[in-house]
T-cell receptor
Framework: DSGVTQTPKHLITATGQRVTLRCSPR?????VYWYQQSLDQGLQFLIQ???????AKGNILERFSAQQFPDLHSELNLSSLELGDSALYFC??????????????FGPGTRLTVT | SQKIEQNSEALNIQEGKTATLTCNYT??????LQWYRQDPGRGPVFLLL?????KEKRKERLKVTFDTTLKQSLFHITASQPADSATYLC????????????FGKGTRLSVIA
């Protein structure tokens, strides 16, 4: 158990809908990262927050947004969903904003299926 | 363009042998490289980190090498066991510590008893 929690575990929704994925980082970790993993693309970095502020952006679509709250939990919002958004979404946390110096702890993921 | 390639999608080896996985990159100058293990349907788990000025790092049956001239990292599992069967991901930085990791697509290792 990494100490990172994600809810829900599974989500099935229809095209055009909006969903919210939730992540609670490990106790003491200030950085939260969101990743998308699909079979053909591998693990793709979406966005990073550090202590409530956006720190880095990756291949995140404009239809997707995220935030980190004062209690450090984070939410990833996906809107106008398309079939191609079906994937595993992982949240990870680390103690620092410098991810390379410290290992990242990954949550169990949310499997999103868009029908 | 920048690329990270892991040598093969799948690797099968006999129990007790050494598994060697390769991570090659182009057009990057990473300061660090990490290796993760991922089991089906689960999040990646950190294994080892190696810095550019370190040639080799060991942890129990695991060994990682980092050759910045060849732009390659090798990941070895000695005395492999069926429990080592998983997908192994390499990850490196693309801006020398300023942005998060970029992951390779992984190599799926199967250790056959």
């Amino acid at each position: 158990d990494s100490g990172v929690t994600q809810t829900p575990k599974h989500l099935i929704t229809a095209t055009g809908q909006r969903v919210t994925l939730r992540c609670s980082p490990r106790s003491g970790d200030l950085s939260v990262y969101w990743y998308q993993q699909s079979l053909d693309q591998g693990l793709q970095f979406l966005i990073q927050y550090y202590n409530g502020e956006e720190r880095a952006k990756g291949n995140i679509l404009e239809r997707f947004s995220a935030q980190q709250f004062p209690d450090l939990h984070s939410e990833l919002n996906l809107s106008s969903l398309e079939l191609g958004d079906s994937a595993l979404y992982f949240c990870a946390s680390s103690v620092s904003t410098a991810p390379l110096l410290y290992e990242q702890y990954f949550g169990p993921g949310t499997r999103l299926t868009v029908t | 363009s920048q690329k990270i390639e892991q040598n093969s999608e799948a690797l099968n080896i006999q129990e007790g042998k050494t598994a060697t996985l390769t991570c090659n990159y182009t057009n990057y100058s990473p300061a660090y490289l990490q290796w993760y293990r991922q089991d089906p349907g689960r999040g990646p788990v950190f294994l080892l980190l190696i810095r550019e000025n370190e040639k080799e790092k060991r942890k129990e049956r695991l060994k990682v090498t980092f050759d910045t001239t060849l732009k390659q990292s090798l990941f070895h599992i000695t005395a492999s066991q069926p429990a080592d069967s998983a997908t192994y991901l390499c990850a490196l930085d693309i801006s020398r510590g300023n942005t998060p990791l970029v992951f390779g697509k992984g190599t799926r290792l199967s250790v056959i008893a």
